[in-house]
């Protein structure tokens, strides 16, 4: 089977969709089968080239907003053309994908409806402004899509019901879940006992993420906790805006920036030698640095939005806080920084959760299964 895997994000990936299509990809190779992966290009001519044994088409992609989808669509339509006699069915992973002009079977997965994710967005500065202008086009661009996909996937049950909005019926939705690589991401042999104790987020630096709330979190927490870091890592618009938060509440000892960490084996040692992993998002599909989180058996704090619900059972394998409320989010860290007990037992059972069901090896089979049935019915 070869599978053409289509995304909007850039490759080597920088973020988690980005990963769910290099590692999807990866998984189907070992598997026995072919994957050839489209992405954007620049403002160049269509190249390709070979990564691993896996075939990157960049189309030329000109950021023409909020038109660059449509332009885009252009390049990519021609280059389906172009292989479209090697491919068994193509695979497109939202958002701000193009609908293909193809005989061969689509299947669209659906990380985050751009209706869930826009109108998640609260903040008033520029660039949300221009997120949310941008709304009208992305929606009638994910309504194609979608009309046009002979199959519909989601990350997480949650983004399957937010597809009601779009007047899809959720129970015609399979959900498939994220994914981990759980030969990288996995416990440390041992704990480091130097150093200044942290807890860990990894996130974009861009709204709907939380952070701002997750300063305000950590400031309550380290009343009680002094010597405890909140430790960062990601890059994006909102990073001076965070720095000054962080000097206003004077954390600058305690909230530390690591800005874009590219280097997987210093990730996952953030992820190992964490005490938490906290994630405080106000909306995610189904998130993946949660997910890498729990595989290195870490306890987890998470909002209680979207994905995390099919995640996490609020004291079982991990702790559920309200969106926007850092009192409530501090509470659940303190917990567990006051029981160490109490987080080795919740770091097992997360171990134990992605093992059963978001390992990659568990994904790409059931992305196996759909593929099966659709070419089966084609």
């Not at 998002?281 to 704090?301: F, R």
Request: glycine content about 6%.
């Amino acid at each position: 089977m070869h599978v053409g895997i289509i995304s909007s994000t850039p490759l080597p990936p920088s973020e988690g969709i980005g990963s769910y299509v290099w590692n999807l990809a990866t998984h189907l190779k070992q598997m026995g089968h072919k994957a050839t992966i489209i992405t954007r290009g620049s403002r160049h001519r269509t190249s390709l080239r070979l990564v691993d044994g896996v075939s990157i088409w960049s189309p030329t992609f000109l950021p023409l907003y909020p038109l660059h989808v449509h332009w885009h669509s252009l390049y990519l339509n021609k280059l389906v053309r172009q292989i479209e006699p090697l491919i068994d069915l193509f695979h497109l992973h939202t958002p701000l994908v193009p609908s293909l002009k193809t005989d061969r079977p689509q299947l669209v997965t659906v990380h985050t409806p751009m209706k869930s994710d826009i109108g998640s967005i609260t903040e008033r500065d520029f660039y949300s402004r221009l997120i949310k202008m941008q709304g009208t086009v992305s929606y009638q661009l994910e309504q194609d899509l979608f009309e046009k996909a002979d199959k519909l996937t989601a990350v997480s049950n949650s983004v399957a019901h937010e597809l009601n909005e779009y007047g899809i019926d959720p129970a015609e939705v399979n959900v498939l879940g994220n994914g981990v690589d759980t030969h990288i991401f996995k416990p440390a042999a041992k704990k480091q006992t130097s150093g200044r104790p942290y807890l860990f987020t990894a996130a974009r630096l861009a709204p709907r993420k939380g952070l701002r709330d997750l300063i305000a979190c950590a400031e309550i927490v380290c009343q009680q906790f002094p010597e405890h870091q909140f430790l960062i890592a990601g890059s994006g618009p909102r990073e001076a805006e965070l720095r000054a938060e962080i000097e206003r509440r004077t954390l600058q000892k305690n909230v530390i920036l690591l800005g874009y960490t590219g280097d997987k084996k210093r990730l996952v040692k953030l992820y190992q030698q964490a005490d938490a992993y906290i994630h405080p998002a106000h909306y995610e599909g189904l998130p993946t640095v949660l997910l890498e989180a729990m595989a290195c058996g870490i306890p987890a704090v998470t909002t209680a939005v979207s994905g995390s619900l099919d995640v996490i059972d609020d004291g079982v394998n991990g702790l559920l806080a309200p969106a926007r409320q850092p009192e409530t989010l501090a509470n659940a860290v303190i917990r567990i920084l006051s029981d160490s007990a109490f987080a080795a037992k919740l770091g097992k059972a997360g171990l134990a959760t992605i093992s059963e069901r978001y390992a990659w090896n568990v994904v790409s089979q059931n992305y196996v299964n759909e593929y099966e049935q659709l070419l089966a019915s084609a």
